[in-house]
């Protein structure tokens, strides 16, 4: 079984940052993608950011230029550098991977979500 555990949620200010982190433990092998995601209430659960284990990163476009991921493979850990923050960034913040407990097979899993609001 594999965990993933978020932390460095909480308020802030627009314009203000925030740093998340994603701690994976367990029967880990390999961890390939790690991925950040986010749900607002009333909306659907949206992809923010995901990187490879090679370091290759995606975004989406609405975070562009503001947002960066990056992982620490050496420790099974990601991260979201959230700078500019905007009102509308506020949601539950959730962690992502696609975790091998062996070499044939991987599985993806999720934190619980961290809340982070930004006040206008």
């Known amino acids: 079984q594999v965990q993933l555990v978020e932390s460095g949620g909480g308020l802030v200010q627009a314009g203000g940052s925030l740093r998340l982190s994603c701690a994976a433990s367990?029967?880990?092998?390999?961890?390939?993608?790690m991925g950040w995601y986010r749900q607002a209430p009333g909306k659907q659960r949206e992809l923010v950011a995901i990187i490879t284990s090679g370091g290759s990163a995606n975004y989406a476009d609405s975070v562009k230029g503001r947002f960066t991921i990056s992982r620490d493979n050496a420790n099974n850990t990601a991260y979201l550098q959230m700078n500019s923050l905007k009102p509308e960034d506020t949601a539950v913040y959730y962690c992502?991977?696609?975790?091998?407990?062996?070499?044939?097979?991987?599985?993806?899993?999720w934190g619980q979500g961290t809340q982070v609001t930004v006040s206008s």
């Open positions: 367990g029967s880990i092998f390999r961890i390939h993608a």
């Open positions: 992502n991977a696609d975790v091998a407990s062996t070499p044939i097979r991987s599985y993806d899993y």
